[in-house]
């Protein structure tokens, strides 16, 4: 077949769902750092987000499975540990699908903006962390719902 | 070129800290008295867990006996281990946890810190990557300690008896050798005793908030950095972090 071009790659690369949050892709995680051919070898430059996320050797599986589904042969995955992640990366497709998922979406001033299930503005924090690395837990006080916040780092 | 015998003890001295205290905290999984901090200890275990994979697969590259992460954590003996022996104590209650959590972060954000510019590329990455998570997990453990030393009459009372327990194991933090001067010499990492004071300033501030006393006493003990001599705790943490590799060798996932 024909080499297709970065711009495919990504392409597919943004239909490959985040394991621990299906509604974003990996894309929209802004994990995916780079995509280049060397010859005939594909690139993929991949950054962890948390140190320790559980889901980072999943994520690599679905990647290598999602581009050799299409036809890549020739395929290395790096990781890229520098510069180091940051939620600012995250697109704002993900952001929008994150709330209407029920996930607050980070914001910059480090806590959420509104309740993703009623959009009130009256919110506290239960605690800084959640179920996954990525997340801390809030509580809305208009509608009584805990959610998640994806964490501001 | 630096020496590359005493960065490979660097290494091993950064994750064998991560290591061991991950480990400490993941045995609170399930057994915290809420579930919030359930969770929360969980998550900072397993930022320390990362954190570690990336020092000890390091380490192993440096050594260049192809030694991976996982064989350097699992393969090794407890006098091979070069932790401080802060991170092996026991956990004690939930507040000793806490006060010995906030005691690392607070070493561990000064010292990702200065590591940040180290001359080396690799570890500088490793921190700027660990040095984010730090300072998550030092907000919290830092008000955590407020909040429980500045408690109850009960929680103060504990939070009191952790520091005085724990304190004589700061100063292991800030000690220095051979290795230490290697690495200052090659622009890799700081000199251990250049971080007390900015140490001793965030700490007290925080502890002083916590309504907390500082011990006066400087005796410090000392042994696990250089691997001198473990407290008898680390053994029994190993055979239960071990136990797999022990019990069945060379088994894998």
Redesign the interface.
């Known amino acids: 077949m024909d080499q297709p071009t970065v711009d495919t790659i990504w392409d597919w690369l943004d239909q490959v769902p985040d394991p621990e949050i299906p509604v974003i892709s990996l894309v929209d995680l802004g994990i995916i750092r780079d995509v280049r051919w060397e010859g005939d070898m594909l690139n993929v430059a991949v950054t962890p987000t948390y140190s320790g996320c559980p889901a980072t050797s999943i994520i690599n599986i679905d990647i290598e499975t999602a581009l050799r589904d299409r036809g890549i042969e020739k395929l290395t995955l790096t990781q890229q540990l520098s510069p180091p992640w940051t939620t600012d990366w995250l697109t704002e497709k993900g952001k929008a699908k994150l709330e209407e998922y029920g996930i607050a979406p980070p914001s910059p001033k480090g806590e959420p903006d509104r309740c993703p299930n009623c959009g009130g503005h009256d919110l506290e924090r239960t605690s800084q962390f959640g179920s996954t690395p990525c997340k801390a837990l809030w509580r809305c006080r208009d509608c009584l719902e805990p959610f998640d916040y994806f964490k501001c780092i | 070129m630096a020496d590359q015998k005493a960065l490979f003890e660097f290494l091993l001295r950064m994750g064998d800290n991560s290591l061991i205290l ?1 480990h400490r905290v993941s045995e609170w999984c399930g057994l915290s008295p809420v579930l ?2 359930d ?2 200890l ?10 570690t ?2 020092w000890l697969g390091l380490a192993g590259e440096v050594e260049g006996k192809a030694r991976s992460a996982d064989d350097l954590a699992f393969l090794r003996d407890a006098w091979d281990f070069r932790n401080v022996l802060l991170v092996e104590l026991p956990n004690g209650d939930f507040g000793q946890t806490l006060m010995r959590q906030f005691l690392y972060d607070a070493w561990s954000s000064i010292m990702l810190g200065r590591l940040m510019t180290s001359s080396d ?1 690799r570890v ?3 921190a ?3 040095s ?2 730090v300072a ?1 997990h030092v ?2 453990s830092g008000d955590t300690v407020v909040g429980l030393g500045d408690g109850t009459e009960e929680s103060h009372k504990r939070m009191q008896a952790a520091l005085d327990y724990l304190w004589p194991y700061v100063g292991e933090m800030f000690d220095g050798d051979e290795v230490d001067a290697a690495m200052v010499a090659a622009g890799i990492a700081p000199d251990p005793a250049g971080l007390r004071e900015e140490y001793d300033a965030f700490v007290g501030k925080v502890l002083n908030q916590a309504t907390l006393t500082v011990p006066t006493d400087v005796f410090h003990h000392k042994g696990g950095r250089t691997g001198y001599m473990h407290t008898e705790h680390l053994g029994h943490l190993l055979t239960s972090m071990q136990w797999l590799q022990r019990a069945y060798p060379g088994a894998t996932w």
């Open positions: 991950g919030e901090e969770i929360a969980a998550n900072t275990a397993l930022d320390l867990i990362g954190q994979q990336f590329a500088a990455e490793i700027a990557k660990a984010k998570e998550y907000e919290r």
